[in-house]
């Protein structure tokens, strides 16, 4: 059996850690969640890993090097979307801890410290916020997201402490940016790019940025019978419009990714005329001044709509999240290590977001990422291949090996 077919069986065992339904439904600080852990704990004890859960709730499996050496962090998320797919998140850690155990297997000792970080939360789709772990390990988690809390009225902080963690300790888990030589991690592509050029594997070279804004068309509502249609401030019809128009402008350029993902409409009635529509934007890109300029184009888009039907139109932002970039000196060291496991070097922006763009504020970062099959991610469907995960456990190993004292010195640079 390859390592490729271990992790294709592991992730196969750890897709049962979910809730009934279909795909993979594993949310933050939940009974599966729970017995994910069970199944990640035994992993990292296959590579040779100390293990222990921090306060965050992030699974933490460490080899030690030698005395006083840097730590090269390799993680991912365990937590999945609703009905997602079986390698988002969970598969960067399953071969995080594949190729340690190859290296382990060859008796190869690394002069640096490695650990493996299961991250609980990157999705945000329980907590109206995410990536507390990858927040807490580089100190910039804002304690006020505790008190968030999920559609049941539990919050964050109350979800973490009955997980086992400790909501109030969650400052003592900051890295020394001194001690951290960078952060791997590995990931399904989530796109088509990889299996357009025929690649296994992929060098990623910056994660985009994202903000989330909350909208608001607000008109009068009135029996569906009788208003005549010229008098009618219809707000879903301002929001159509709108919804509409943010498709087709974020289509004229190559350089944004826009969604409204969902709706409400009030009353929501069929022979009632809808006076409030709310919805969220998401704008995505790799250039932050792509992204902003998008927004801004959009804010004045629905004014223009609002004042042409006489409504009133807000736009909130609720997040926002700069774009990042990987650093030249890991990613060339993995290029050269993907290039050394004999495949072809592909460099690809992410238009989804990682754990890794937390980790940036820590320390410098490289992602590799897998192909997927027919582009899907947060869907069921969602498949990478042994022999791909394989190339991707040979080329994380070949990385750390590669890593050399100039590379260890970077932290003093
Ligand atoms: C998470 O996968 C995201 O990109 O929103
Ligand atoms: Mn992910
Ligand atoms: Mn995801």
Redesign the pocket.
């Known amino acids: 059996m390859t390592l490729g077919e271990t992790a294709q069986s592991r992730l196969s065992e750890i897709a049962g850690c979910s809730q009934a339904g279909e795909g993979v439904t594993r949310l933050p600080f939940t009974p599966e969640h729970k017995a994910a852990l069970e199944h990640i704990l035994s992993w990292m004890r296959a590579a040779g890993l100390d293990v222990h859960m921090d306060n965050a709730g992030t699974m933490v499996g460490r080899l030690e090097g030698p005395k006083g050496s840097k730590t090269l962090l390799i993680g991912s998320h365990q937590d999945s979307?609703p009905s997602g797919g079986r390698y988002?998140?969970i598969m960067g850690i399953v071969l995080g801890c594949l190729a340690i155990e190859k290296l382990q297997n060859e008796c190869i000792t690394l002069p640096l410290s490695v650990e493996v970080l299961a991250f609980a939360d990157?999705?945000?789709v329980r907590f109206p916020t995410?990536l507390l772990g990858p927040r807490t390990c580089a100190g910039t988690f804002d304690a006020s997201a505790l008190d968030l809390a999920d559609n049941d009225g539990v919050t964050l902080g109350c979800a973490l402490e009955d997980f086992g963690g400790d909501p109030t300790r969650l400052d003592q888990l900051a890295r020394a940016p001194s001690d951290v030589l960078g952060y791997l991690e590995a990931h399904i592509e989530?796109g088509p790019v990889l299996e357009g050029q025929g690649a296994p594997l992929g060098v990623v070279t910056g994660i985009?940025g994202?903000e989330r804004n909350l909208l608001r068309f607000t008109g009068t509502t009135g029996h569906a019978g009788t208003v005549p249609m010229a008098d009618r401030q219809d707000a879903l019809v301002a929001a159509s419009r709108f919804i509409a128009a943010v498709s087709d402008k974020a289509n004229e350029t190559n350089a944004i990714r826009a969604t409204v993902g969902s709706i409400s409409v009030h009353p929501n009635a069929v022979n009632a005329i809808p006076n409030v529509v709310n919805f969220p934007l998401?704008v995505?890109s790799i250039s932050d001044e792509a992204r902003l300029g998008f927004t801004d184009q959009m804010r004045k888009l629905g004014d223009q709509i609002a004042r042409d039907r006489n409504l009133s139109f807000e736009m909130e932002q609720t997040y926002s999240q700069p774009a990042v970039t990987c650093d030249q000196g890991l990613s060339n060291a993995l290029s050269a290590a993907v290039e050394s496991a004999g495949h072809r070097l592909i460099t690809l922006p992410s238009?989804?977001?990682?754990d890794a763009s937390a980790m940036s504020d820590l320390c410098p970062i490289a992602m590799l990422f897998v192909r997927c099959k027919n582009g899907l991610?947060?869907h069921p469907d969602e498949y990478a291949n042994a022999a791909d995960m394989n190339a991707a456990i040979d080329a994380i190993a070949g990385f750390l090996v590669s890593l050399t004292p100039d590379e260890l010195a970077y932290g003093d640079n």
């Open positions: 979307v988002d998140g990157e999705e945000g995410a989530q985009c994202i998401e995505r238009g989804a977001t990682h991610s947060h």
